[in-house]
């Protein structure tokens, strides 16, 4: 697995790669380089407890694509603000960015910060999250529909054919990858008949603290009669597994997620949590910066379709990449990858887990 996604990003990063120069990280989410072309890239990333992805993962995963192909970048971090959010985009325009890639809190915030971008002769790329309304020239992310899907398959293995309740605790209604989620795990467990849907419910911003407390709401609600949880990140799987804890049930109830955190992993392997979504953060960055260099250049980035705007009807030329399901049987497959890494995941706690998973 290791190799394939390497080559992969290998591959992605050919014309990149081929002009290698070493940039130089200023140690402030910048660096310099001359060879990806005259252009330089502004990444704004959405928040810090949404799911610990965008710092553990996605900034140093970014660094390295931005440096290994010389270009000129800024990742900066909104924290859920999305004044803050707005600042950085002005800020950045004014510095002189050519390509301006965001994660949006929410759409409108996001269409607006790229008209305005636009209006500059900034273009603009939605890393991960789609903007309904707005105007990025591409789309890089995963396919969130088929991440849902996962989920939903995943639990279903997991609970086999048996009569089941489900509680959906869902992502932000403000995060268009939310609803494709919650859409792609529908698609399953609806037509799965020996299943009832008990409760279901958005968490506002993927707020964790809030996904426990509306989850103990929904578990009350069901009488405790509750038998699998379809989780949309692995922080409100988390926050679901504590309730789930607090009542005894822990182990006993499948739950969901996606990410593969350390947090996630760990779950799985200690029995509380039944599978994850792993979206290597290296290939998503590397998808990005390779389609934010050809902006820079000029030409056009590859993509793998279209994927259409709810709101504007636009079909937004997309990078969609692969998400993998990860259950206790593969979670060294994460790790091999780099997507973690085993002294994080195999700590003394889980060190008898992780043996027993075969991971050393
Ligand atoms: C991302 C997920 C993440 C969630 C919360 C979604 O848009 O695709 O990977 O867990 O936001 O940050």
Known sequence: MKRKYGAVVAAGLGLALSLTACGEDDGNGSGSGSDGGEGKIGVILPDTESSVRWESADRPALEAAFEAAGVDYSIQNAEGDVEKMTQIADSMIADGVTVLAIVNLDSASGAAIQEKANAQGVATIDYDRLTLGGSAEYY??????V???????????????????????????TDNNATLFAEGAHSVLDGIESYTQVGEQAVPEWDNEEAAVIFQQLYTQADGD???????????????ISILEANGRAGEVPVTGQDATVEGLQN???????????????LEAGALAEAAIALVNGEEAETTGTTPDSESGREVPSILLDPVAITVDNVGDVIDDGGQKLEDVCTADYADACAEAGIS
């Not at 949880?229 to 799987?237: C, E, Q």
Request: glycine content about 16%; hydrophobic content about 40%; aromatic content about 4%.
């Open 140 to 145: 890089v992310s995963f396919d969130n529909t």
């Open 268 to 282: 799985i392997l200690a029995g509380t949590q039944c599978m994850t979504v792993y979206k290597s953060a290296t």
């Open 147 to 173: 991440v849902g899907e996962l989920q939903g398959q995943g639990l279903a293995d997991c609970l086999g054919e048996k009569d089941a309740n489900i509680i959906f605790l869902n992502g932000s209604p």
């Open 226 to 240: 509750v038998d699998g949880v379809l989780a949309a990140n692995d922080g409100l799987g988390g926050a679901a």
